[in-house]
Nanobody, 125 residues
Framework: EVQLVESGGGLVQPGGSLRLSCAAS????????MSWVRQAPGKGLEWVSA????????TYADSAKGRFTISRDNAKNTLYLQMNSLKPEDTAVYYC??????????????????WGQGTQVTVSS
């Protein structure tokens, strides 16, 4: 029922930009905060960013602050992550994730009940 489908990943040079999308279905998207979480090769999960259900509040990991922008379009049931000034250390699989609880903004790697399949971002010269 619940589906989260990510797209927009790819190979970019350092300093480049990518826009990730996550198409959501099967749940009342506009009632849930959403998060982006990433996993670098051989590393554990790292929380990146989160946005409140209405899109009015956003929060970022220190590594993303000033470079990444999370947003959402509730009319389209879509979550976005605009990534600018990309660095090699941003190389990872990026996942969108739905919190288990309504009205909860998570700044962590746990507390989610559904995850997208992930989209690969590779930053290399």
């Amino acid at each position: 029922e619940v589906q989260l489908v990510e797209s927009g990943g790819g190979l970019v040079q350092p300093g480049g930009s990518l826009r990730l999308s996550c198409a959501a279905s099967g749940f009342p998207f506009s009632r849930y905060a959403m998060s982006w979480v990433r996993q670098a090769p051989g590393k554990g999960l790292e929380w990146v960013s989160a946005i409140s259900s209405g899109g009015t509040s956003t929060t970022y990991a220190d590594s993303a602050k000033g470079r990444f922008t999370i947003s959402r379009d509730n009319a389209k049931n879509t979550l976005y992550l605009q990534m600018n000034s990309l660095k090699p250390e941003d190389t990872a699989v990026y996942y969108c994730a739905k919190p288990s609880d309504v009205g909860v903004v998570l700044a962590s790697t746990n507390g989610y009940d559904y995850w997208g399949q992930g989209t690969q971002v590779t930053v290399s010269s």
